[in-house]
């Protein structure tokens, strides 16, 4: 059964660091490019990250840029999403998504059901 599930959200002071995981069963993860996004109370989804180990590209959204760093443990069967520099406004749900192709151009397939992360003193 193919599932994704997130991990390593929480609360943490705006100027801090959390890793996220995305653990990914019934597919072959190398296959695949996994995005991450998040959506915000009140605001739209915002797509933040993407690997594709096929081309080994990488890309990220200009509001995360220079903090958060994609990663994949291919042996572990999990991506990582590594966020440093947290602001509050990174407070919103963390989704990793896997797409229908190697490609981060292709369309988004399947969701995992989100982590929370909260940045706040």
């Known amino acids: 059964q193919l599932q994704l599930v997130e991990s390593g959200g929480g609360l943490v002071q705006p100027g801090g660091s959390l890793r996220l995981s995305c653990l990914a069963s019934?597919?072959?993860?190398?296959?695949?490019?996994i995005g991450w996004f998040r959506q915000a109370p009140g605001k739209e989804r915002e797509g933040i990250s993407c690997?594709?180990?096929?081309?080994?590209?990488?890309y990220y959204a200009d509001s995360v840029k220079g903090r958060f760093t994609i990663s994949r443990d291919h042996a572990k069967n999990t991506v990582y999403l590594q966020m440093n520099s947290l602001k509050p406004e990174d407070t919103a749900v963390y989704h990793c998504?896997?797409?229908?192709?190697?490609?981060?151009?292709?369309?988004?397939?399947?969701w995992g059901q989100g982590t929370q992360v909260t940045v706040s003193s």
């Open positions: 998504v896997r797409r229908k192709t190697h490609r981060c151009q292709s369309t988004n397939e399947y």
């Open positions: 019934g597919f072959t993860l190398e296959d695949y490019a």
């Open positions: 690997s594709s180990w096929y081309d080994g590209s990488a």
